[in-house]
Structures are given as structure tokens and as C-alpha cells.
């Protein structure tokens, strides 16, 4: 497998020509997506006994099939989310690959998760979280949104009186699909207060002071959104912080679009009290030039996160023994093995 072969370093010089023709290209063809009927005529029979081979995969990727994207990336394309990596970003993204790196583990990663850490370093200092704040990449803002739900949720389910109730969180019918989408998966109820605006700390407690008894004793979190991605607006943050605060409740930051947004100093304003959230959610393969995929999720209090998400399992046992120790981007949300995918993230 390691010894050199010919044909191999010819397929990577062709895949390097088209990654650099594709980076540097500053006219994309747009492409449009077809039938899928139509795709297998194309290509015909692709899986099979003795395989097609990669330079005979590659040429009809080049053919056929690169066509039938849209990119994120090109200039015309205003829809949805866009988003744009950087060369240095896909640069690393392709020595990412080529590195075979565990990321869930220090004592297999150290060198990914230690560049992964720096750029968080600088993700974590755009909050204004106060010190010993830190965070960790995850596939995107749905599993980050989901880390941090499941966080707050098995905090609040520490104290033995709530140990057997179904929670429930606030949030606004702004809220991001995946707000609603890993409620379920969490199995939280959910109450959405119908605003046209950004919700305010007023309306909150307005939603909290009309709750029943035991849906009071239920709420343990609310979600605002540091940018809708309907119309990018942004939750007042100060106001709901400060209800959060007085109502012992889980201050969640939605920012999986927004968040990019925190290094402009012509809308930081809009953000104030994001500093006093309990978790966040950034997105860098939105604002922050990462290719796919790439997402955040930031803790006040990694200790918590890490109560809640730690694996526990004999083969894992090792990784948490003395000569072992380093940060474990595993104990911090769901995932278990991970690329390390915080190498790509480049500062904008
Ligand atoms: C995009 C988005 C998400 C979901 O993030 P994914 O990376 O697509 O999983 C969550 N919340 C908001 C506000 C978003 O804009």
C-alpha cells in the first residue's frame, strides 16, 4: 500500500491540476442539477467486480458529474447560505485527507487538534466569553445545536428532582429547523413564541410568567438566534441573558450563520450579551470560509459539556490514562471519531 506506484503519483498530479485549475478559476461554470436516470445513463455500471479504476472515476466526475452541482462558491450564486473556503482552507482540507488523523483523541491527534484549538482560541475570543470558555468542531450547527441542548439538559437533569421529566426550552418561531429538528432528537418539548421580530428578554418572561406549574418546573433552557437565516435578524441577547440569568434557565446562542458576523465592527453592537451565554453556535463553513464541513459549538463551562458527552468503554479507557492527557474533542459533543476538520478553518 506505501510503496510507490507510477500510476498513483500521475492520478495525484491530474486531481492536483484540477483542484488548482478549480480554485483559481475566476469564471465557474454554474451547473445545474439532473435526473438521476439521466446521471446513470451517463456513467453506466460504476461498482463492479474488478472496479473502474480512479483515473477512469475521475474522468467521468470531469464529464459528467461535476456539472450536475451547484457551487456554493460562485458569484451568482446568492441562494440559501452561501459560503466560499479559502485556498489556504482547501489546501488543508486535502492534507486533512491525505493524513489519516483520528480526531476524537489527543494521543492520536495532538498535532490536528492542536491546530484545531488555535483557531477556536481566536473563534472563542470574537464572544467575549469570559475566561476558561472554550469549544469544539462538529459537523455542522445541527450537531453543534444538539451538543448543546443535550448539555443543558443533562445539567439540569443533575439535581434528582427533574431526573425523571421530559424538558422543555424556549425559542422564538425564528429558530433555526434544526432548533426543532434535535428537540426531537432529544426529546425536549419545545414552546415558540410567534414573533415577526427578534424576540426580546420582555417577551420571554412574558412566555415564562404564563407557563403552568409543571412547565415551569420543566424549563431549563432557551434558544435565541444570532441571525435567522430567513432575515438574518438577531435575538436581543442582552435582555434575554438577563431573564435567563434571573430565571436560572440555560442560555443557548444560535449564531450557526451569525456568528461569522462578530469580527464586522459595524454590527458587533447587535450581538451584545452573546457574552453571557451559557453555549454558542458558529458556523465557519458559513461566514468563516471553510469548506464543508464545518461547525462550532462553544461552552461557558466545558466541564458540563464534557459530564454530558465523555464516552465511556474499556477500548476507550486508554485514551484517558496518565501520558494520555490533552483535550479530547470527543468528551465535548456527539461525535466519536471525527476529522480533525478545524484544520481547515483559516482566519478570515
Ligand atoms: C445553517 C444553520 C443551522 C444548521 O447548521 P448546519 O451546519 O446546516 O447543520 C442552524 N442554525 C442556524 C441559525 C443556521 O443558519
Keep these: 500500500m506505501h510503496k510507490i506506484d507510477i500510476e498513483l503519483i500521475e ?116 464572544t467575549g466569553l469570559p475566561e476558561g470558555a472554550f469549544g469544539v468542531f462538529t459537523s455542522g450547527g445541527t450537531s453543534a445545536n444538539l451538543s448543546a441542548i443535550v448539555t443543558a439538559r443533562e445539567h439540569w437533569r443533575e439535581n434528582p428532582i427533574y431526573k425523571r421529566e421530559k424538558g422543555l426550552i424556549i425559542t422564538s418561531i425564528g429558530a433555526h429547523s434544526s ?66 440569568e434571573a430565571e436560572n434557565l440555560w442560555f443557548h446562542v444560535d449564531a450557526a450563520y451569525g456568528g461569522g458576523a462578530l469580527v464586522a465592527d459595524s454590527v458587533r453592537h447587535l450581538f451584545t450579551g452573546i457574552e453571557k451565554a451559557d453555549s454558542i453556535t458558529i458556523d465557519p463553513h458559513k461566514w468563516m470560509f471553510s469548506p464543508y464541513d464545518c461547525g462550532a459549538v462553544i461552552y461557558k463551562n466545558m466541564e458540563l459539556a464534557k459530564n454530558a458527552h465523555s464516552q465511556q468503554g474499556s477500548y476507550l479507557e486508554i485514551f484517558k490514562d496518565e501520558g494520555a492527557h490533552g483535550f479530547n474533542p470527543t468528551d465535548y459533543q456527539i461525535q466519536l471519531t471525527r476529522r480533525v476538520r478545524g484544520l481547515v478553518h483559516s482566519r478570515p
Design 11 to 126: 492520478m495525484t498530479l491530474d486531481v492536483m491540476k484540477y483542484v488548482i485549475g478549480r480554485v483559481s478559476a475566476t469564471e465557474h461554470p454554474i451547473g445545474k442539477p439532473r435526473k438521476e436516470e439521466d446521471l446513470k445513463l451517463a456513467v453506466g455500471e460504476t461498482v463492479t467486480p474488478k472496479g473502474v479504476g480512479g483515473e477512469y472515476a475521475f474522468n467521468l466526475w470531469k464529464e459528467h458529474l461535476a456539472s450536475a452541482n451547484v457551487p456554493v462558491d460562485h458569484p451568482r450564486n446568492l441562494a440559501f447560505v452561501p459560503a466560499s473556503p479559502t485556498r489556504a482552507a482547501i489546501m488543508f482540507d486535502l492534507i486533512t485527507s491525505a493524513s489519516s488523523i483520528h480526531g476524537a483523541y489527543w494521543m492520536e491527534g495532538a498535532g490536528g487538534i492542536f491546530c484545531e484549538n488555535e483557531a477556536m482560541r481566536w473563534i472563542v475570543s470574537l
Design 179 to 244: 432548533i426543532k429538528a434535535m428537540a426531537k432528537v432529544a426529546d425536549v418539548d419545545m414552546i415558540l413564541v410567534d414573533t415577526e421580530e427578534r424576540l426580546t428578554g420582555e417577551e420571554l418572561q412574558k412566555t415564562i410568567d404564563a407557563l403552568g406549574e409543571h412547565e415551569r418546573k420543566c424549563l431549563f433552557a432557551v434558544v435565541a438566534t444570532g441571525g435567522t437565516t430567513n432575515a438574518g435578524i438577531i435575538d436581543d441577547l442582552e435582555s434575554i441573558a438577563k431573564v435567563c
